[in-house]
């Protein structure tokens, strides 16, 4: 498979536990945030976002967090499962109108689920 | 199928000729994207297009050109490709812009030598 990051922080979790991954966002006027799933060989795969009036949604599975005061971001999986493993982007996007705006992704971190 | 098809999925060239990856999407998007991925770097914006003959540079568009003619069709071009360009390159589409959910290609790694 691909190799997206030969040095990714990667975060190791038992089946069936949750997972916690974070991200920190440098831009303070970013008001739209994605988080991204991509398994070795294939693209990017949508998983849910967040405008910035928001503090918190949910997914099936999943839930995105924004502290806007800290400009920090978390994805969180309930009850991992094997196809949870694969790295994790989170992006945020500067500007909510107009669109066309550049999609700024952080750099990802590696989840293994172990059996 | 909805879908962003990229072509080719691998390619090994020599520096300086010229090459272009196609991709195509079949969801009338109108904001398609180019990005780079590269270990340790992530996904990098190369070009976008907010709609037919609307084109603006992402973040490292040094090296690259773009074209968008038809909506779904949005083909990156590298005039005199160098090693430094050897990367996997995505394609991705969205239906307004870049604050709403993208669809990624599958992916084109590129080998310059």
């Known amino acids: 498979g691909e190799s997206v990051g030969l040095h990714l922080p990667t975060l190791s979790v038992q089946e069936g536990d949750n997972s916690i991954i974070n991200c920190a966002y440098s831009n303070s006027a970013s008001d739209y945030f994605i988080w991204y799933k991509q398994e070795s060989g294939k693209g990017p795969q949508f998983i849910i976002d967040i405008r910035s009036n928001m503090d918190k949604r949910q997914g099936q599975r999943v839930t995105v967090l924004l502290n806007k005061t800290v400009k920090h971001l978390s994805l969180q999986i309930a009850a991992t499962q094997p196809g949870d493993s694969a790295v994790y982007f989170c992006a945020e996007n500067p500007q909510l109108t107009g669109g066309g705006n550049k999609l700024t992704f952080g750099t990802g971190t590696q989840l293994k689920v172990e059996l | 199928e909805a879908q962003v098809t990229q072509n080719p999925r691998y390619l090994i060239t020599v520096t300086g000729k010229k090459l272009t990856v196609t991709c195509s999407q079949n969801m009338n998007h109108e904001y398609m994207s180019w990005y780079r991925q590269d270990p340790g770097l992530g996904l990098r914006q190369i070009y976008y297009s907010m709609n037919v003959e609307v084109t603006d540079k992402g973040d490292v568009p040094e090296g690259y050109k773009v074209s968008r003619k038809e909506k779904r069709n949005f083909p990156l071009i590298l005039e005199s490709p160098s090693p430094n360009q050897t990367s996997l390159y995505f394609c991705?589409?969205?239906?307004?812009?870049?604050?709403?959910?993208?669809?990624f290609g599958q992916g084109t790694r590129l080998t310059v030598v």
């Open positions: 991705a589409s969205s239906l307004f812009g870049s604050n709403t959910e993208a669809f």
